[in-house]
């Protein structure tokens, strides 16, 4: 049985890349779930959640209930945490964005990833009692992963595409984690990042299918090797096209021309919506 999830984070109004992506995950899967992206408190607001509902709900989509939703799942991301800093995979990162900022304007050839410039590594190599000396005198610091060291725990990984990825990939895909550098995996105000809590969840809820925008596929590397050190579940994937505006820009929650609010209050029918997508 193929399960299939849509999950959206509430910080805005889903607009016409969001029922484009919605669509395709209902339709490519025999269960459809919904999941609530809700970890960042400071961002989401419960009016959106309530705003998702009646849209996809509007759009004719259906799923199981209950509805997962990531505020409460902090337990199951300090679980993950927790085996990862156990295994010495872990290690925290006191660097503000700007020094990481000076720290690449200083390097001659900063190296860049899909989320742009790599983390230096400036904190990676601290001791541990320079570390614990700055976490008694508390100094917040996020939790990074060391890419190399659970790389070379991991070994040679794999995924499998079932769309088109964005340079034309499909089958089996070779993971290079290195491209994203030391990645963030938690910080002080967000018990968990995107590239862990998504891991977990689809694990949890036993996706066997993840479809998604192209540009999300470059994540799939990073999040395949979290996949093997935590021992989870790893679901193929099916990266789609993307919905652009006349600019070739994707869509942006700020605008609110391209919202399913608005395009339901000028009397667009949902079949229209689709057809508009090319669905």
């Not at 390097?107 to 410039?117: L, S, W």
């Not at 192209?214 to 021992?231: I, P």
């Amino acid at each position: 049985m193929i399960v299939t999830r849509f999950a959206p984070s509430p910080t805005g109004l889903l607009h016409l890349g969001h029922a484009f992506a919605a669509i395709v995950a209902h339709d490519a899967g025999e269960r459809f779930l919904l999941r609530i992206e809700d970890i960042d408190s400071a961002r989401c607001r419960e009016e959106f959640v309530t705003a998702i509902f009646e849209d996809l709900h509007w759009l004719g989509l259906r799923w199981e209930e209950p509805v997962l939703r990531q505020s409460n799942r902090e337990t199951a991301y300090h679980a993950a945490l927790g085996r990862l800093n156990a295994a010495g995979l872990l290690y925290p990162c006191f660097c503000t964005r700007k020094e990481i900022a000076d720290e690449i304007a200083r390097a001659a050839e900063a190296p860049h990833g899909p989320d742009g410039p790599i983390y230096p590594g400036a904190c990676r190599h601290l001791t541990n009692a320079e570390r614990e000396s700055r976490i008694r005198s508390g100094s917040p610091h996020a939790l990074r992963l060391d890419v190399a060291k659970a790389a070379a725990v991991a070994g040679s990984l794999s995924f499998q595409e079932e769309g088109r990825g964005p340079c034309g990939e499909s089958g089996s895909i070779i993971a290079r984690p290195e491209q994203f550098g030391d990645i963030v995996l938690a910080r002080k105000d967000m018990p968990a990042a995107y590239h862990l809590a998504v891991v977990v969840d689809d694990a949890f809820q036993t996706v066997s299918l993840v479809t998604r925008g192209s540009d999300l596929f470059a994540a799939t590397h990073v999040q395949r090797l979290l996949q093997a050190l935590l021992g989870l579940s790893v679901p193929s994937y099916a990266h789609h096209r993307l919905i652009l505006d006349a600019s070739g820009r994707k869509f942006s929650k700020r605008d609110q021309a391209v919202t399913l609010r608005s395009v339901r209050g000028a009397g667009t029918t949902p079949q229209a919506v689709r057809t508009r997508l090319g669905l």
